[in-house]
């Protein structure tokens, strides 16, 4: 538990990336990287939930990537706080020419964890 919120309750994992959506990303990046390394190890108790159907793993894998589905059926996803400081995710070359998707996170570290800038395709990104 972190005050009220239950990571292992999967119905909430939406919610640390909530902040974002309201204008305060640097709360959820703080938020989304504090139950990452409070909750997620690599021993088999590294998972503070019943991991129905992948879900607590997939929180933990879309959050180290720096990113969330907030509404999966929209498409549109909402920056956290990267884990990583690189990333290749393959793509359906049958539905994205491009056939990657890479996120870099310079510096990316538990001391850099709030997002100074972001791009896409090389544009300022300027929403959550």
Not at 21 to 31: H, P
Not at 74 to 93: C, F, M, N, Q, W
Request: hydrophobic share 35%; charged share 10%; net charge positive.
């Amino acid at each position: 538990m972190l005050g009220q919120y239950s990571h292992g309750n999967e119905p909430c994992h939406h919610v640390a990336y909530l902040y974002a959506v309201a204008g305060a990303q640097y709360k959820t990046a703080l938020r989304v990287h504090q139950i990452a390394l409070l909750h997620y190890d690599n021993t088999p108790e590294g998972n503070c939930g019943n991991d129905d159907c992948s879900q607590m793993s997939a929180w933990y894998v879309w959050s180290a990537l720096g990113i969330y589905p907030l509404n999966p059926a929209s498409g549109k996803y909402v920056i956290g706080s990267p884990l990583v400081e690189k990333a290749i995710i393959k793509l359906d070359r049958k539905f994205y020419p491009g056939g990657t998707f890479t996120i870099v996170a310079h510096n990316a570290s538990s001391q850099n964890i709030y997002i100074q800038s972001a791009k896409l395709n090389g544009q300022p990104l300027n929403r959550p």
